[in-house]
């Protein structure tokens, strides 16, 4: 965070402190935090509340542990310096706004389904060959995240790669709005959150408000091969009548390769390790990209990340290895070799039918025998039952040897397989993980020259990285071969 004092958090709140006499308004704050756990001597404690908490009955734990200030939502009974304010979750949203415009970095902001984390993480290792990057942490990416993202941006930061989620409409147009990126990407929409959104289209609604917060001839990110395209566009073009703003495209449709504000990508391949490698088309300028991370959706997801940040003034080059250089992400299509014969692929960060068709599409291309092991996928409301037979259905056409789900939802999903004797449903981990590594040894017992891939994925109440690690311990051997993209 910036240096700050509490003159300052006055001033961006529009309250005076009180709670005790002759503040020193000059006192340096560390850092703003709302977990009460985490607060260290001289930092301020930010009372959130809500349906099921209410911060404020830590501030005498947070007193107890040399914290400067509170800010709350009513005056507590205790000895300390209070900020009390009608809304505590809008005052750390301006607080993390005022640190953003303190710092002004340029920023990209990214809102999707599917691939948020990847192109964030994309965009990240491009820009960090100009200068001083910060990222989205993790899921940090609501009401609360984005603001405590911002909150983290310090003098030397030159550019920010901001995620922006959401569960229901009109949390987009807030954190964008907090935000207010120079380049705005939407990479896609899909069946997720449903329950807060009512359709598809309330998705598509939600996803389209991260434009609105785009600075005056800032860049709008567009995926052209959306069958919701048109609807976005249409909004922007109402937009940039009045704001000023530029359009990029990106995809592999025919319409966008001949256009002179689309991104795209030609020749591409798939090396033994699931990744790709192709020329990117941009501007009348092309560049050879090999990507670390598996799978062919991840060629789009470089398009995005590729256009945002030459708009932000990266080159060819710069694009080229960064994307060479970077680093997976915990959790999102990890490849984890077991042995010279066995893969396991963990993606189970989360999960929604997108996402998952993608996973199947990776796991699809790998030689040998392909086993999916599904999760629950979470927040689809009362299409849930629906999109579990999709994915199962898209899983049977694609060939996949093998489909172990676990939960109660995914038993949608590996129905379709039973017939085939592909599909089988467990209701205890220990259970679905003995049957993968029976079928395991059987395999590469039976075909001694085959291979076995096994891909887990599920949503993250569904915690599948504990049959992951279950399965890799299981089966672990000395003699490990490691593909590399």
Known sequence: MINADLQWVSNVLGVAPS????????????EISTDS????????????????????????????????????????????????VEDTLIALGKLGQAVARAVDPK??????SVGKTSVKEM??????????VLATDGNFNNQIGVPLTLLRLEKQH?????????????????????????????????????????????????KGEIFTGLQANGLAIVNGDSEHKSFWLSKLATQFNTTPGKVVEFGFGEEIQNASNGITANNIQLNSAGCATFTMVYQGQSVDIELTLPGQHNVKNALAAAAACIELGATLEDVQQGLTQMVM???????KPVSDRLLVIDDTYNANVQSVKAAIDLLASYQGKQVLVLGDMAELGHESTKLHTEVGEYALNKGIDLLCSFGVLSQSASSVLQAEGKGTHFSSKQALTESINTYIKQQLELQPSSNVTVLVKGSRSA????????????????????PSC
Request: charged share 20%.
């Open 107 to 112: 920023i990209i902001a990214i809102t999707g």
């Open 329 to 335: 992400v915990q959790g999102r299509v990890n490849l």
């Open 123 to 132: 965009c990240a290792a491009i820009m960090s060959r100009k200068g001083k």
């Open 463 to 482: 915690k599948m990285e504990l049959v992951v690690e279950q399965v890799i311990t299981d089966n672990q051997q000395n003699n490990k071969a490691e």
């Open 158 to 206: 030159q550019y920010a790669v901001v995620e922006l989620g959401a569960n229901h409409i009109g949390e987009i147009a807030y954190t964008t709005g907090l935000t207010q990126p120079h380049v705005a990407i939407l990479n896609n929409v899909a069946e997720a959150h449903l329950e807060g959104f009512g359709d598809i289209f309330g998705v598509v609604q939600a």
């Open 37 to 84: 756990r985490a607060i260290q001597s001289g930092q301020v404690f930010l009372a959130l509340k809500g349906p099921n908490f209410d911060g404020s009955k830590f501030v005498e734990q947070v007193k107890q542990k040399c914290a400067i200030a509170v800010i709350v939502e009513r005056p507590v009974d205790t000895d300390i310096v209070q900020f009390v």
């Open 19 to 30: 709670g005790v006499p002759n503040v020193d308004l000059t006192a340096p704050i560390g």
